[in-house]
């Protein structure tokens, strides 16, 4: 790493010095200057805003031959069946033979586009696809959906009795469980505000250049919603866009706080941790980390480093459930991760995929990859040593989304999670995997 780069001191939770890197304008009114030199020199295939294509055209991950469908299923979950894959991944250690009792359960598929989020709570899975339904499913089956009207769920995010997607149309909706009927969902919010709009729009300052003769307000993303992250202590919701800015709203009133220009092009990641971290990665090949200081209108995020510039994009970002474990997801099938010492410093590359990585979750000691390769690679940690313990193989399209939850009601001592992956083969799978 450059000695220009400033570095983030551990400790007991980690903490960044006070000499950061300015990357937001002082006054309220967050700068967004683009030019059209700025779009055309680019790493990869993800696009900025173009008022004239819908977001998903862009995608490379849409071009793909792997983007196929599958036959209809009479049932929309098959029976249990095993996967006793050990397939022996470049540079990876050889995978361990899972348990018996481990593997794929059940596969659900319904003829809704291919599936682009996934979330979980308890008995409750919410799949977000290509049509304009966010699905729920309890225990197996599909008891309702609500409707969108805007095409791609892009991300999903759970919280409370609350449900937070984020659209290919730029904007987050929000919505809320019934007390008395968990499965049903009433929508009772938008962000930003239709009323936050009409006032912002009438003050000149409020917009923002996004490319040569065009101009929208700061407190929009002007393009798809590629990730969400929820600060639940703080009350904060962290939305990344296509249009290469992250936003950050007030989930208590709908507030826009700030608008971040943090990437040379689309952003199509963003985790925030309880230390008042924030990571991004970006289609610019780059993963930075931002530091929030301040509350309410006074808040503000600095960038304090960069963890990674190069050449290929990155896809997708996770952190462990103890905070000292950073993973990043690459198009070009790598998995780097950073671990937290007295600093931040760079722990090693995963090699187990052949195509992009475009999804990554963590769990106790593991980690899940799923790729464009159809696989999902499951990491065991220790220490700060990675070793592949199997790879799930069964999809017949790329694997775009993964939700995990721990397993209730087990009597052994022994950790096993209940993995959902979603994929562009338009089904989702639903795996056991132990510890």
């Given at each position: 790493m450059p000695e220009n780069q400033h570095r983030i001191p551990m400790s007991p939770g980690p903490k960044v010095s006070t000499n950061i890197m300015q990357n937001s304008d002082s006054d309220s009114s967050p700068t967004f200057l683009a030019t059209d030199e700025d779009f055309n020199n680019r790493f990869s295939n993800f696009f900025g805003f173009e008022p004239n294509r819908m977001s998903d055209e862009a995608s490379p991950i849409l071009m793909s031959p792997w983007n196929q469908t599958t036959p209809s299923q009479a049932s929309p979950w098959i029976t249990r069946g095993m996967d006793y894959s050990n397939n022996h991944k470049n540079g990876v250690q050889k995978s361990k033979p899972i348990h018996f009792d481990d593997g794929l359960i059940g596969s659900l598929y319904r003829e809704e586009g291919h599936i682009y989020s996934l979330a979980c709570s308890g008995d409750l899975l919410y799949t977000g696809s290509g049509s304009k339904n966010i699905r729920v499913w309890r225990n197996l089956k599909d008891v309702t959906a609500f409707k969108s009207n805007s095409g791609l769920v892009k991300a999903i995010i759970l919280s409370g009795d609350r449900v937070f997607t984020g659209h290919q149309d730029g904007k987050?909706?929000?919505?809320?469980?019934?007390?008395?009927?968990?499965?049903?969902?009433?929508?009772?919010?938008?962000?930003?505000?239709?009323?936050?709009?009409?006032?912002?729009?009438?003050?000149?300052?409020?917009?923002?250049?996004?490319?040569?003769?065009?101009?929208?307000?700061?407190?929009?993303?002007?393009d798809a919603i590629s990730c969400l992250s929820i600060d639940e202590h703080e009350g904060l919701l962290y939305s990344c866009s296509w249009d290469r800015t992250f936003k950050v709203w007030q989930t208590s009133n709908s507030k826009c706080l700030e608008s971040i220009k943090a990437h040379d092009d689309a952003v199509n990641s963003i985790v925030s941790t309880k230390y008042g971290l924030v990571f991004t990665g970006s289609a610019d090949g780059s993963v930075k980390v931002w530091k929030r200081e301040g509350t309410g209108k006074s808040m503000k995020h600095h960038r304090v480093e960069t963890l990674l510039n190069q050449e290929c994009a990155v896809t997708t970002l996770a952190v462990s459930e103890t905070g000292l474990f950073v993973y990043c997801g690459l198009s070009d099938g790598l998995v780097n991760f950073w671990e937290w010492e007295k600093q931040l410093s760079h722990g090693g590359v995963l090699k187990g995929h052949k195509l992009a990585v475009l999804c990554l979750s963590t769990a106790g000691k593991l980690l899940f990859s799923g790729s464009a390769d159809k696989t999902i690679c499951v990491w065991r940690r220790e220490g700060s040593i990675h070793s592949c313990l199997t790879v799930l193989t069964g999809h017949t399209g790329p694997v775009k989304c993964l939700a995990v939850e721990r397993e209730e009601g087990t009597n052994s001592g022994e950790v096993k999670w209940v993995v959902y992956s979603g994929s562009l083969d338009k089904s989702v799978k639903l795996w056991r995997v132990s510890e």
């Open positions: 987050v909706r929000v919505w809320k469980k019934d007390q008395k009927n968990p499965t049903n969902h009433k929508r009772v919010g938008t962000f930003p505000t239709l009323f936050d709009i009409l006032k912002s729009s009438i003050r000149p300052q409020n917009y923002v250049e996004v490319k040569r003769k065009c101009t929208t307000l700061w407190i929009k993303h002007c």
